[in-house]
């Protein structure tokens, strides 16, 4: 059975920083692309980017929102995958999600999601 | 920039079938943005229901159909149930490595 679970979440002042963390198990993590999505309360779900497995590439593609203030990584020996999230801003504020990425560009299996809070 | 563009919100009776829309605000979605719908229930992690346009996702079950319907992606669901009341995402992929949602559609099943 895949899972998917976030921790990491929390309160942090803005101009902060934090780093999400995402243990995987029940498939085969390396050959996986993995994708990050939020969600602020009351409001839609954002795509925030997603990374390529290392045989692909291993690149990064952001949205443009937090382009340059957050970075995706990729543990492959500890089948973990990691959201660095820098100059946080209170729009930042969301549920953040892991989620497996499937051939075709889907978002396949989704995690619980971890709360971060932007706040002074 | 492009706007993924869904309805905000949705009305179907008990037993009917509704159609979602999944638009562009400037051209047309074609199978080649590898449309994907996504169900949620309030407090609860999204749902994968439909990938690469008209794809079920494992379990989903056959009450719910994607589609392109003229120059969008459409989520059709028959024979609607209380409890398919819920919020209704779609997801397009742009390119380069990146996908956006759309807006969400509230769907009210009475």
């Known amino acids: 059975e895949v899972q998917l679970v976030e921790s990491g979440g929390g309160l942090v002042k803005p101009g902060g920083s934090l780093r999400l963390s995402c243990a995987t198990s029940?498939?085969?993590?390396?050959?996986?692309?993995m994708s990050w999505v939020r969600q602020a309360p009351g409001k839609g779900l954002e795509w925030v980017g997603q990374?390529?497995?290392?045989?692909?590439?291993?690149?990064?593609d952001y949205a443009a929102s937090v382009k340059g203030r957050f970075t995706i990584s990729r543990d492959d020996s500890k089948n973990t995958l990691y959201l660095q999230m820098n100059s946080l801003k209170s729009e930042d504020r969301a549920v953040y999600y892991c989620?497996?990425?499937?051939?075709?560009?889907?978002?396949?299996?989704w995690g619980q999601g971890t709360l971060v809070t932007v706040s002074s | 920039q492009t706007v993924v563009t869904q309805e905000p919100s949705f009305s179907v009776p008990p037993g009917g079938t509704v159609t979602l829309t999944c638009g562009l605000s400037?051209?047309?979605?074609?199978?080649?943005?590898?449309p994907s719908w996504y169900q949620q229930t309030p407090g609860q992690a999204p749902r994968t229901l439909i990938y690469?346009?008209?794809s079920r996702s494992f379990g989903v079950p056959d009450r719910f159909s994607g589609s392109i319907v003229g120059n969008k992606a459409a989520l059709t669901i028959t024979g609607a149930q209380a409890d398919d009341e819920c919020d209704y995402y779609c997801?397009?992929?742009?390119?380069?490595?990146?996908?956006?949602f759309g807006g969400g559609t509230k769907l009210t099943v009475l």
């Open positions: 400037s051209g047309s979605v074609s199978t080649s943005y590898f």
């Open positions: 990374i390529k497995s290392k045989i692909d590439g291993g690149t990064t």
């Open positions: 989620t497996m990425v499937g051939s075709g560009w889907y978002l396949g299996h």
């Open positions: 029940g498939f085969t993590f390396t050959k996986a692309w």
């Open positions: 997801v397009l992929y742009m390119g380069s490595g990146i996908s956006v």
């Open positions: 690469t346009t008209d």
